[in-house]
Each structure stands twice: as C-alpha cells, then as structure tokens.
C-alpha cells in the first residue's frame, strides 16, 4: 500500500479559459494497493462511489489497460479534504490518485509527459490534472492528443483565498451557460490577459493582476450562478485584492491577496454574514510547487 498526497488546483485564472491553472496546499490523500477485489472506503466518512465508477479505479484501470496488465482489484482509502464539485479540481485529483498510483504498482512506465496526456485524455482538458501532477502554475494546450505545457514555480508572499459556497455546481451545469461562439474582438481581449497574467505573478508585477484576471469568455456568463458574485468580487477589491476570478468552473471565488493583508479573512467573512451567506467556507492558501507525491 502506498499512500499519495494530491493537491487542489485552480483553473482558468480568469482568461486562460481551459489552459491556466495553479496547484494550492489543500490536498486529499489516497493510498492505493494491489488487491484480488475491489475494496474503496474513506478515512474521513465523506461519501463516495464504492464500485466501478469511482474515478479513481476508472483512472487506474485505464493505465493497468494500456500496459495490458490485467487488474483483479484495488484496495483504495480516500482521505477527503478537496471541496467536492465547488471548482477546485475534486475530479482531477481523482484522476490524478489514480493515475500516479496505478503507475508506481506497475513499476513506473510511465513518464511525466505520459502521465500529463494520459490525464487529459481522461479529464478532457489539462487546467487542472496537469497542475495537480506537476504543482505550480501551469500553462498548458491540448493538440492531437499532446498535452504542450510549461511549469512555473511561484515563491512570494502571496495568499489565495478561496471562498467555497455551499452549493455544488458541476463542470457540465457551468459549462451549459456558455455561447457557442465569440466575437474576434473578445478572443482578443482573452489573449492579452491570459498571456500577462502568469508572466505578472512570476515578476511580481501584482499591479497588473486585477487587469489579467478580466475575462469575456466564460465568467460573465457564469456569474449568474454563483449567488452575490458581483458584490463579493467588489468587495474583495475594497479589501486590497490583488485580483478575484472563478475558480475552475466555480463556485468558488478566489482572490489573491499580499500575505500582509492579514484583515483580508477577517473582513471577507464578516462581509459574507452581512449578506447571510454564513454557511460558504474560507481558505487560506498558498502555491503547492511539488505537485502529487507519495507521503509516509
């Protein structure tokens, strides 16, 4: 039995729809062995599939597949700590359990790049598993079954602060508000922001954050969902955010803010009660660099 920790992720980052995304030190814990049957509890009594359609069997098996090795079972202990369907990459760590697990009891065939691919076969979309596998800030684009992608390790004095409704929303609700099609004036307006963004955080540019987390592809049409999104966005800038954007497919509102606001928390959770929302949750976070790795 081997014990895996998985770290949250944060996709989109505003306008890199679908190809940004950062791992954060909120992790879930898998540990995984070889089994003549399949065995799948949790350690933390949160509730999930025991059976065959537990994403992190369907994602080892899928690797067990491809080395044609055959697989009799698993024995799998979920330890979760990941908002499940709230935008912070629940599935993708899953994925990611599954994939890194599988591939250690087969004795490792697998490379990074592989196990990048592989991921985003599954997943559809690499914003979340690949940052989730490798950690840091990942820019990624998925071609031809390739995932392309680079790796920036952010060391500064940054706190996200992720604000998780009580409510799930899933990947496929949110993705249903989207148009089919957009303007070439809002592409534009995409590609600025997302090529600035990453490239401001890793030079400390923070003044430029509130600009590149501006969106015209997806978060407008998903604000709609998230109940006082606009006034909780507002707000987080009277508090000195550096920059607030949807999570993933949100619910989930995160803010990056200077580790030296340390009112932030304090005066966002009193905002959230005014507004009677005293059942949504606040994190405090900070860049994962490492990525999933296996713990004692």
């Known amino acids: 039995m081997i014990k895996i920790q998985i770290p949250a992720t944060s996709a989109n980052l505003g306008a890199g729809f679908d190809s940004l995304g950062l791992a954060v030190n909120l992790y879930n814990y898998v540990t995984i062995g070889l089994s003549d049957h399949l065995d799948i ?22 690797l067990f597949e491809e080395c044609g090795k055959p697989l009799e079972g698993l024995h799998i202990i979920q330890e979760n700590h990941i ?18 697990g599988a591939n250690i009891l087969l004795g490792n065939p697998f490379n990074t790049n592989e196990l990048v691919n592989i991921a985003t076969e599954i997943e559809g979309h690499p914003d979340n598993t690949t940052p989730a596998l490798l950690g840091g800030i990942v820019t990624a684009a998925y071609d031809q079954k390739q995932v392309y992608w680079t790796k920036q390790e952010i060391y500064r004095h940054l706190d996200f602060f992720a ?59 998903r604000m709609s969902l998230i109940q006082y999104a606009h006034e909780i966005f507002d707000k987080t800038y009277q508090l000195g955010a550096y920059g607030t954007y949807i999570s993933g497919a949100g619910p989930t509102i995160m803010s990056i803010v200077n580790t ?17 929302l005293t059942h949504w949750n606040i994190y405090r976070l900070a860049i994962d660099n490492l990525g999933t790795r296996v713990v004692s």
């Open 260 to 276: 030296e606001n340390r009112a932030f928390e304090t005066d966002i959770k009193d905002y959230l009660n005014e507004l009677g």
């Open 83 to 100: 908002p499940m369907t709230r935008g912070l990459g629940s599935s993708s760590a899953c994925i990611i359990a599954g994939l890194y």
């Open 163 to 221: 604000i998780v409704p009580d409510f799930e929303l899933s990947t496929t609700m949110a993705r249903k508000v989207l148009p089919d099609t957009v303007s070439h004036m809002d592409a534009r307006y995409n590609l600025s922001r997302a090529a600035l963004f990453s490239a401001s955080l890793l030079q400390g540019k923070y003044e430029n954050i509130r600009v590149a987390v501006n969106d015209k592809l997806h978060q407008p049409y």
């Open 41 to 62: 509890s949790t350690s933390d009594h949160s509730v999930v599939p025991t059976d065959e359609s537990n994403l992190i069997y369907i994602s080892a098996k899928y």
